[in-house]
């Protein structure tokens, strides 16, 4: 998509996809973080204006919507701290804010913290979260610029050191594949994206590799930043265009509410979802009932790889940390591969001690008596 230079531009699939998931994600994160604590921050570093062309709210009243939501039911505090490089847009941002606001009680506005700020999101967004106190209690950054490479790897870094800070991030792999070996600037700043120069090695790449390599290579630059669990979302339109959203924390808890924000997202015509360990890499269409062939081939390759086999828990850990996956389809799909002798379970039973490892057929039963008979 061609950067937009008016206030207000057409919302594409890929927004609407990635809207749904943040709201999926966002309606449950805020109450379950307000029962332990007192105050949880929401952050935006590329906020928009707030507004599709069409009408559609932007991600920050998206947030704002969620939040009013859980204060309802919930006591605690919600900032919200949103930046926007754009004058216009902030300016709109403002004003969609205050729409958004409009019909909610005043207990809820007095406990629901909102400002916005025009400035570059580096350095503004990390010197306003400091000034207002919410740097190492629970907050939540969604940076989605479009797609850059223009998310500084120091603000990542910056951020990764408190432990209850997750990040939703937009990456675009297409721009620096295309244009950065020839170009010296796009290259720095491929660099100051990834922290360092060993993405240059996507060049040497085949090109069918080159967008998971800078996948892989962003996500250890996660990583490095102090986000030790990251999840990717492939995010493939109609035109072929590929995004990732990448979402990293430290807590498995924010993993497992991920994934089950991702597999509960309606339909989207055109965007599918593609897991980074399936080597037959099928896309999935956004359904209600997740199709498991890619977990399938996962498990089984991961399976057939320990001499020992796996117990069901582990494969459970597994699916969690390393697949798009939800360790909940996991039993149903081992009982499934059990029945339709893929691997053997031990006991038959599949439980969480349960052992599995690859199937193999037993040998075949000799028929040298009735040999014997015969000679
Ligand atoms: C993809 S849009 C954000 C859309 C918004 N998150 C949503 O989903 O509704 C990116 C926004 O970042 C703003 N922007 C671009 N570069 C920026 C920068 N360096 N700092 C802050 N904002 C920037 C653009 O003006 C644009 O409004």
């Known amino acids: 998509m061609a950067v937009p230079r008016t206030v207000l531009w057409d919302r594409d699939p890929h927004t609407a996809a990635k809207h749904n998931l943040l709201r999926k994600y966002l309606e449950p994160w805020a109450p379950i973080l307000l029962s332990r604590h007192a105050t949880i921050t929401y952050a935006e570093g590329f906020s928009g204006p707030g507004v599709y062309s069409q009408g559609e709210p932007g991600s920050p009243v998206i947030a704002l919507e969620a939040f009013a939501k859980a204060l309802q039911h919930r006591s605690g505090r919600i900032r919200m701290v949103l930046v926007e490089g754009d004058e216009r847009r902030e300016s709109e941002l403002r004003n969609q804010l205050d729409k958004a606001r409009g019909p909610h009680s005043d207990d809820i506005s007095r406990r629901l913290h909102v400002n916005t700020h025009c400035g570059e999101c ?13 740097l190492g209690k629970p907050l939540f950054v969604l940076l989605d610029s479009y797609g850059g490479p223009d998310i500084p790897f120091s603000l990542l870094q910056e951020l990764g050191k408190h432990r209850s800070t997750e990040v939703m991030v937009t990456f675009q792999p297409a721009f620096l594949t295309r244009f950065a070996k020839a170009n010296q600037n796009h290259r720095r700043a491929g660099d100051a994206a990834f922290g360092g120069t060993e993405w240059h090695a996507v060049f040497d790449q085949p090109s069918n590799e080159k967008f998971t390599f800078l996948r892989d290579q ?11 669990h990251t999840l990717f979302f492939e995010m493939v339109d109609e035109g072929n265009h590929v995004l990732y959203l990448i979402f990293g924390t430290r807590h498995e808890r924010g993993l497992e ?8 997202v309606d339909r989207d015509h055109g965007v599918r979802y593609r897991d980074p360990k399936d080597t037959e890499q099928q896309q999935l269409a956004l359904e209600l009932e ?10 089984l ?8 086999g796996l117990t069901v828990a582990e494969l459970k850990t597994f699916t969690l940390l390393e697949t798009v996956y939800k360790p909940s389809q996991v039993t149903k799909l ?25 199937y193999v057929a037993p040998p075949q039963p000799s028929n040298q008596a009735d040999h014997l008979t015969l000679f």
């Open 122 to 134: 580096h350095p503004t967004l990390l010197e306003q979260l400091r000034l207002q106190g919410c």
């Open 218 to 228: 962003y996500r250890e630059s996660l990583r490095r930043a102090g986000f030790t």
């Open 257 to 264: 509410k991920m994934k089950e924000a991702m597999w509960s």
């Open 290 to 299: 997740p199709h498991t062939g890619p977990l399938r081939r996962i498990l």
């Open 301 to 308: 390759e991961h399976i057939a790889a320990a001499p020992k």
């Open 334 to 358: 081992i009982t499934d591969m059990r029945d339709a002798k893929a691997v053997t379970t031990t006991p038959r039973r599949v439980t969480a001690e349960t052992v599995v490892v690859p």
